[in-house]
């Protein structure tokens, strides 16, 4: 079982937008302002999508966003676009030596 | 560009020890200002990270609980690549294996390609 929860699904159609919820504790989540967000399309490698709970490495596009309030996380979608169907894990720094991740977002754009 | 390729067996016996390479370019695996991870994900078990290693003037290496009597994270200065070895494996260490760049904080910004690791006899 995950340490952080997340839908198992979610959809949207093109160019509406999609928010995805990663719900930990006071101990991961909320102690910290270190929340991750990764996409990964099938037989890849996880690509690093929001770091820090908000800030869009280079390349990323401007149009994925996170934002935290309290022990939730929330990445967002904006102007959905085919490419954007993948699988979207959070993850969130849990204090010493521990990384928690969540059980991953099926995004399906419709 | 920084680069990741993982090497390694994808077929590994019960109680044998599983070993995986991470060869790196466009970045130096004694850099004091990154740190590198083993990273997995099975069905049953999520992304899990396993292990890191960095240099800050000494090498340091941290381990998750889980796999902390079995993991060892080496680098290799000669050859600018990093490895992990998990001892006394059993199925359930079947998963794909990731090596990425990062820290737990700021996240993971490069990973290597994977590797399937299956444990079956």
């Known amino acids: 079982q995950s340490a952080l929860t997340q839908p198992p699904s979610a959809s949207g159609s093109p160019g509406q937008s999609v928010t995805i919820s990663c719900t930990g504790t006071s101990s991961d989540v909320g102690g910290y302002n270190y929340v991750s967000w990764y996409q990964q399309h099938p037989g890849k490698a996880p690509k690093l999508m929001i770091s820090e709970v908000n800030k869009r490495p280079s390349g990323v596009p401007d149009r994925f966003s996170g934002s935290k309030s309290g022990n939730a996380a929330s990445l967002t979608v904006s102007g959905l676009q085919a490419e954007d169907e993948a699988d979207y894990y959070c993850?969130?720094?849990?204090?010493?030596?521990?990384?928690?991740f969540g059980g991953g977002t099926k995004l399906t754009v419709l | 560009q920084v680069q990741l390729k993982q090497s390694g067996p994808g077929l590994v016996k019960p109680s044998q020890t599983l070993s995986l390479t991470c060869a790196i370019s466009?970045?130096?695996?004694?850099?004091?200002?990154?740190?590198w991870n083993w990273v997995r994900q099975s069905p049953s078990r999520g992304l899990e990270w396993l292990g890191r290693?960095?240099?800050?003037?000494?090498?340091?290496?941290d381990y998750a609980p889980s796999v902390r009597s079995r993991i060892t994270v080496n680098p290799d200065t000669s050859r600018n690549q990093f490895s992990l070895q998990l001892n006394s494996v059993t199925p359930e260490d079947t998963a794909i294996y990731y090596c990425?760049?990062?820290?737990?904080?700021?996240?993971?910004?490069?990973w290597g390609q994977g590797s399937l690791v299956t444990v079956s006899s």
């Open positions: 990425a760049r990062g820290k737990m904080a700021t996240g993971f910004d490069y």
């Open positions: 993850s969130s720094y849990a204090g010493g030596n521990n990384l928690v």
């Open positions: 290693t960095y240099y800050r003037s000494k090498w340091f290496y």
């Open positions: 466009g970045d130096s695996v004694s850099s004091d200002s990154t740190i």
